[in-house]
């Protein structure tokens, strides 16, 4: 995983996408294939796939499943994906989705085990939740 958490900007970020910035955190548009890396890598801990809803009782092989249902979504236009990276590290600490769903637009953050509890979640949703209101609708096709 140490090649997730270590990449090379140029390698991962979407160009003339919107990024985000927060005190502790920052947050880099992700390339869809990417999105595919990361969140395969993120679920390949079964402490944190055992709490993401829509992986309960899934294997590891259906995690990178999952994961590329998310860069078939991003590429289709109906996922949106950022990398999370603290600020003080420069460590690519998880990845936030955000996605159309029946009632809105639905955000989700999967962050490496050793980040959780300490409020990175809720720092990173604040500034996406602030843009998507100004924004409206959002199309997140990448082409």
């Known amino acids: 995983m140490d090649d ?15 990024s985000f910035e927060t005190e502790r955190l920052i947050l880099l548009p992700l390339k869809p294939d990417y999105a595919r890396e990361l969140v395969r890598s993120l679920l390949a801990d079964p402490g ?3 709490v993401v809803p829509w992986m309960k009782g899934k294997s590891v092989d259906d995690a990178a499943r999952e994961a590329f ?3 078939l979504e991003c590429n289709a236009g109906q996922t949106g994906a950022w990398g999370i990276i603290e600020r003080r590290s420069q460590v690519l600490m998880g990845a936030l989705l955000a996605g159309a769903s029946l009632s809105g637009t639905q955000l989700e953050v999967l962050l490496a085990a050793d980040y959780w509890h300490q ?15 100004e924004e409206g609708p959002i199309v997140w096709g990448f082409q």
């Open 4 to 18: 997730i958490l270590h990449p090379s900007t140029d390698d991962f970020v979407a160009p003339g996408r919107k």
């Open 48 to 50: 944190l796939a055992a």
């Open 69 to 71: 249902r998310i860069e």
């Open 119 to 133: 409020g990175y979640s809720q720092e990173a949703q604040e500034p996406v939740i602030d843009w998507l209101q």
